[in-house]
């Protein structure tokens, strides 16, 4: 309970406040003209201000609140090494007994992570979870914030006052000052680049304090090379080249040689992608003689604006023999030389469209298209009739590298293009839109090559079962055999045709190596903090997938088969950065936040982030990761009620609010009713006897 006075006017203050000065005037004046009864004038015209502000005295039924503590307890990626997990454990048990001493206080426990829901987050952000954790807390009952970190922390206030309260901030430090670290920074990483091509990646070795070593070596890992080594020095800024290879994700890790006695070495490695970047791909299509399909051929390829193409069709028909030499036989020369020799290697993909041996290219230039599969080229036949007779390509040099041996024998019968167990899991023909069912959807052909597959991939089948799309892999390169040129029936919406664009272009980007079509594929997404791991394989059992996050830590998961051929699993990153994906020889990376997280960028121990803000509140800064075993003892904790320095070599100050919670309230009035009447009366009636004396 407590009691005090308190004023109700009848009038405004201001005209209280009016009246006053007036009073005061007119008593100057009386004084001046010493005038008798001055003082009892006055008097009474004090007592008639005080009825019109009507004082009351209120009694209040006051229930204490406790002050409230808010320890953040910093649990961000650089908490995870050099043994500060445990030891943050340690402080904050202890910390938690030491505060179960003071009464009435409630402490308030808020764990600040790397990440947060949305997964925008990067840094370490104690002051805006500490906002959030106080948001329901009035400021006067806050009697100080206690962070417990290693210091690194990024986003520190410019001034106390956008706190939003006025209570002491003190830091515990986990770390040990003077810590020595070796980092790899990443300057200028490309995004994309030209298959083909090169593109330098900038890269920095910087140590925390001057150590020994004046130059560092760097191992450098590409995707599907050994790793070389280059020494550059301390603080040096270099290139390291990465070659684009292939279409999609190009994967290089870079890592500098640990030291003795830095902090950790998670930060002396990066893994970078190149998003490889095809320039307009460059097809020459050969076809044999005029058919319905040529114009399927050319058509597609001409409506991607991606393809620049380079068509011949032979127009001499097989069985005809006038003796006209082959140079004669057209008005521009075919540039066999020039297209088969000297610039073979420039063309991403050889389409052959029903050709057999016509005497147009010599079999020394058919080798050379072999050799150009196996140097890594790709190469499409499309085969009518012409690949079983006795004028085959397969009866060339190029037939070394063909996927499939012709019987002789051609199958002409009405039959529905279907896919083999393998086509159902192989990319370039999974989900083709018709093919689900017992029965495909799309339209029926009438011609199919009888062949013999060798070292080779059945992925369609046609009439009597025999293989219809046969594709193999020869050296470094590929190649793919189609056995029926009816494909333009699809084309024309023959019985309500068939998904010929989807096949053709998929089929084309196999043939070049395309990441998305490739057989063998593991692939990872983020989204905030979510991975999303999916893995593509023709094999019935795939090996499971570790997970490597950007501190070390492995994790083991075994994905789910979604469908034919595919495999997903979601699973949570706590942490923020560049996380490895592998399963058995395939590898990605995919980066969760920043690939450059701040996190990482710092890991050594400080007390200068929040140096401005401890010294403005009154907190201070304790180092209690000394000793690397254990941590060293808390400063003593002290409930004060004021002052500007709240802290000493050995102790830390909590406020001490005293805040209170109203129940009741009763008011009595002090100044009012008869008595104030009679009082008011009484000094008018001294007030007038005396002018009469």
């Known amino acids: 309970m407590r009691w005090s006075i308190e004023f109700l006017p009848f009038v405004s203050w201001s005209v209280i406040w009016a009246l006053a000065a007036f009073g005061v005037v007119l008593f100057a004046l009386l004084l001046w003209r010493a005038r008798r009864g001055a003082l009892l004038r006055a ?28 320890v953040v307890v910093d649990d961000t990626q650089s908490q995870a090494i050099a043994g500060r997990d445990p030891r943050t454990e340690a402080i904050r048990k202890d910390l938690e007994e030491r505060l179960k001493t003071f009464p009435n206080l409630d402490v308030r426990w808020i764990h600040s992570a790397s990440t947060s829901g949305d997964g925008d987050r990067d840094g370490t952000m104690l002051f805006t979870d500490l906002a959030k954790g106080l948001a329901d807390v009035p400021p006067d009952r806050l009697a100080g914030v206690i962070m417990l970190t290693d210091g ?35 300057l200028r990483a490309p995004r994309f680049g030209l298959v083909g091509g090169e593109q330098p990646v900038e890269v920095r070795v910087t140590e925390t304090t001057p150590g020994d070593a004046k130059s560092v070596k760097l191992t450098v890992t590409r995707q599907g090379e050994p790793p070389s080594t280059k020494t550059v020095r301390i603080g040096e800024k270099v290139d390291i080249p990465v070659k684009v290879d292939h279409a999609g994700p190009n994967i290089v890790e870079i890592e500098a040689d640990a030291a003795p006695g830095e902090l950790t070495t998670v930060n002396n490695r990066a893994v970078l992608t190149v998003e490889g970047v095809r320039e307009n791909m460059r097809v020459l299509l050969v076809s044999g003689e005029p058919h319905a399909g040529e114009r399927t051929w050319r058509n597609m390829l001409k409506s991607d604006a991606a393809v620049d193409l380079v068509h011949f069709t032979i127009l001499r028909p097989p069985e005809k023999q ?57 190469v499409l036949v499309s085969a009518g009739d012409d690949y079983a007779s006795p004028l085959s390509l397969y009866r060339t040099p190029l037939g070394e590298v063909l996927p499939a041996v012709p019987s002789g024998r051609v199958v002409e019968e009405p039959f529905k293009p279907t896919l083999t167990d393998l086509g159902q899991k192989h990319p370039v023909t999974r989900d083709l839109a018709g093919s689900k069912g017992d029965q495909p959807s799309w339209g029926r052909w ?49 019985e309500g045709g068939g998904p010929y664009t989807d096949l053709l272009r998929r089929l084309a980007h196999w043939l070049m190596k395309e990441p998305d079509l490739e057989e063998e594929m593991l692939k990872a997404t983020s989204r905030g903090q979510t991975l999303n791991l999916e893995r593509r394989s023709i094999k019935d059992d795939i090996e499971p997938v570790t997970v490597t996050a950007p501190s070390g830590k492995e994790e083991t998961v075994t994905l789910d088969k979604a469908e034919p051929g595919l495999w997903r699993k979601s699973t949570t990153a706590v942490e923020q950065g560049v996380y490895r994906i592998s399963s058995g020889k395939l590898a990605s990376v995919v980066t969760v936040g920043n690939a450059n997280a701040k996190e990482l960028s710092a890991v050594t121990a400080t ?87």
């Open 43 to 70: 008097l009474a015209y004090a007592m008639l201000l005080l009825a019109i502000a009507n004082p009351h005295l209120k009694q209040e039924d006051r229930e204490p609140l406790n002050d409230v503590l808010a």
């Open 152 to 186: 690194n922390v990024h986003d520190v206030p410019g001034n106390a006052a956008a706190l939003g309260f006025d209570a002491p901030v003190h830091a515990l430090l986990t770390g040990k000052p003077g810590e020595f670290d070796r980092r790899l920074e990443v």
């Open 322 to 378: 006038d003796g006209t030499p082959i140079n004669q036989l057209s008005l521009i020369a075919f540039p066999t030389r020039e297209l088969f020799q000297e610039k073979l290697d420039q063309f991403d993909l050889i389409i052959f469209d029903r050709y057999q041996r016509r005497g147009v290219l010599p079999l020394l230039y058919l080798e050379n298209v072999a050799h150009y599969v196996e140097r890594g080229g790709a």
């Open 446 to 494: 009438f011609r199919v090559v009888d062949v013999d597959p060798r070292d080779a991939e059945v992925l369609m089948k046609g009439a009597e079962g025999k293989p219809l799309l046969v594709l193999g892999e020869r050296g470094q390169g590929r190649v793919a055999l189609l056995l029926s040129d009816h494909i333009w029936l699809w084309a024309r919406g023959y």
């Open 607 to 693: 007390d200068a982030a929040l140096s401005s803000i401890l010294n403005e509140t009154g907190g201070g800064s304790f180092w209690l990761g000394r000793n690397q075993a254990d941590a060293s003892p808390l400063p003593r904790i002290v409930m004060v009620r004021g002052g500007h320095v709240m802290h000493g070599a050995d102790w830390l100050g909590l406020h001490k609010r005293d805040a209170y919670h109203v129940q009741g309230v009763r008011l009595f009035p002090l100044f009012t009713g008869f008595l104030a009447l009679a009082l008011l009366l009484g000094m008018m009636a001294i007030t007038w006897f005396r002018e009469g004396h």
